[in-house]
T-cell receptor
Framework: NAGVMQNPRHLVRRRGQEARLRCSPMKGHSHVYWYRQLPEEGLKFMVYLQKENIIDESGMPKERFSAEFPKEGPSILRIQQVVRGDSAAYFC?????????????????FGSGTRLTVV | KQEVTQIPAALSVPEGENLVLNCSFTDSAIYNLQWFRQDPGKGLTSLLLIQSSQREQTSGRLNASLDKSSGRSTLYIAASQPGDSATYLCAVRSNNAGNMLTFGGGTRLMVKP
């Protein structure tokens, strides 16, 4: 069980470029979550996805950010026209499928994160 | 809106001490609470998960308690070791927030040899 895999581990982009961050959930997990950790701040929720479906994107900035979790392949967090303020660690987590109560019973498993630096 | 606070923000102790990290949350309607460890520049490692119906969970030298009615959880670390030095994060899943976790700001722990 390889756990939650994120790549790249480190990503450097110039202002105005695009950043693509990838996340492969744990085997058997069908829920993916993205969190952002700004320097000296706590982790903040960004978006929650299931396969081919965005469930909750209430934490996503309204512009330049998008996320997808296609039927095949990893989940992608895409940041267009990056700015210095986007520099942060981006973490992906996954959890098992929902139980009957509508909530997943297990805890979250987090990946090692992608550290984005915008220069 | 759920808010999670961790006190203290930083803690430095000599090796061997028993210590307690505190986490409080404003909305007691939670589904579960999870404690994580984060090493500098690394990801999060899950330590303990407490469901809302439980009062405590134990793993090795770690014990986490949950008092849902008062909105508090504590993480107790027995016989601390230098290898315990890390940031400890408390995260709450609220009943009315779907599957989203709300994190506290963390406690930075330094255990000195």
């Amino acid at each position: 069980n390889a756990g939650v895999m994120q790549n790249p581990r480190h990503l450097v982009r110039r202002r105005g470029q695009e950043a693509r961050l990838r996340c492969s959930p744990m085997k058997g997990h069908s829920h993916v979550y993205w969190y952002r950790q700004l320097p000296e701040e706590g982790l903040k929720f960004m978006v929650y996805l299931q396969k081919e479906n965005i469930i909750d994107e209430s934490g996503m900035p309204k512009e330049r950010f998008s996320a997808e979790f296609p039927k095949e392949g990893p989940s992608i967090l895409r940041i267009q026209q990056v700015v210095r303020g986007d520099s942060a660690a981006y973490f992906c987590a996954s959890s098992p499928r929902r139980g009957e109560t509508g909530y997943t019973r297990g805890g979250y498993t987090f990946g090692s994160g992608t550290r984005l630096t915008v220069v | 809106k759920q808010e999670v606070t961790q006190i203290p923000a930083a803690l430095s102790v000599p090796e061997g001490e028993n210590l307690v990290l505190n986490c409080s949350f404003t909305d007691s309607a939670i589904y579960n609470l999870q404690w994580f460890r984060q090493d500098p520049g690394k990801g999060l490692t899950s330590l303990l998960l407490i469901q809302s119906s439980q009062r405590e969970q134990t793993s090795g030298r770690l014990n986490a308690s949950l008092d849902k009615s008062s909105g508090r959880s504590t993480l107790y670390i027995a016989a601390s070791q230098p290898g315990d030095s890390a940031t400890y994060l408390c995260a709450v899943r609220s009943n009315n927030a779907g599957n989203m976790l709300t994190f506290g700001g963390g406690t930075r722990l330094m255990v000195k040899p």
